[in-house]
């Protein structure tokens, strides 16, 4: 029955990661270019709309992974790999320190109007997030696929 829930909360981790890794590449090859071509009077609407109607879900996705990752790590015995569970964590942990440091500080910045320097600023952050959340799709689902033999 432990078993069970290990996977359970494997799958859980595995799904939300992939969802969020591929809502990052959605922003990073489609809003966000799309964003910067809007004429600058529409902007700040159009950027406020897209922060309103994401960030809830996604600040929520980000938290329920992050929570997800680390009961992940305490797991005896990991349903990854100790070694793998850490490093996954650790790049999560990474996604949360370049959202808070560098994307939100940002987006903030955004609110006012565009501004050049900000908006490529922002845009590097989420490439950032973008490889960060793909290296943690690719290390977990190798991590689950190896011990599943």
């Known amino acids: 029955m432990l078993f069970l829930g290990i996977m359970a909360l494997l799958l859980l981790h595995l ?6 890794c591929g809502f990052a590449w959605c922003v990073a090859v489609s809003h966000y270019p799309l964003l910067r071509e ?7 609407e ?4 897209h922060r309103q109607r994401t960030s809830p879900i996604v600040g929520f996705l980000m938290t329920v992974e992050l929570g997800t990752g680390a009961a992940l790590l305490m797991q005896e015995p990991s349903a990854v790999g ?7 964590l650790g790049l999560n942990v990474l996604i949360w ?3 808070g440091l560098a994307a939100t500080p940002k987006h903030r910045q955004l609110e006012d109007g565009f ?4 908006f490529q600023a922002l845009t590097q952050a989420q490439w950032l997030r ?3 959340w793909s290296a943690r799709c690719g290390l977990l689902t190798w991590g689950w696929l190896s011990l599943a033999h």
């Not at 799904?15 to 969020?20: E, K, M, R």
């Not at 159009?46 to 709309?49: G, P, V, Y």
């Not at 100790?82 to 996954?88: K, L, R």
């Not at 501004?115 to 900000?118: E, F, K, L, S, V």
């Open 38 to 44: 809007v004429p600058r009077e529409v902007f700040v």
């Open 97 to 99: 320190v370049t959202t």
């Open 115 to 118: 501004d050049g320097p900000a």
């Open 46 to 49: 159009l950027h406020r709309s």
């Open 130 to 132: 973008t490889l960060l």
């Open 82 to 88: 100790d070694t793998v569970a850490a490093v996954a």
């Open 15 to 20: 799904g939300l990661t992939w969802f969020l």
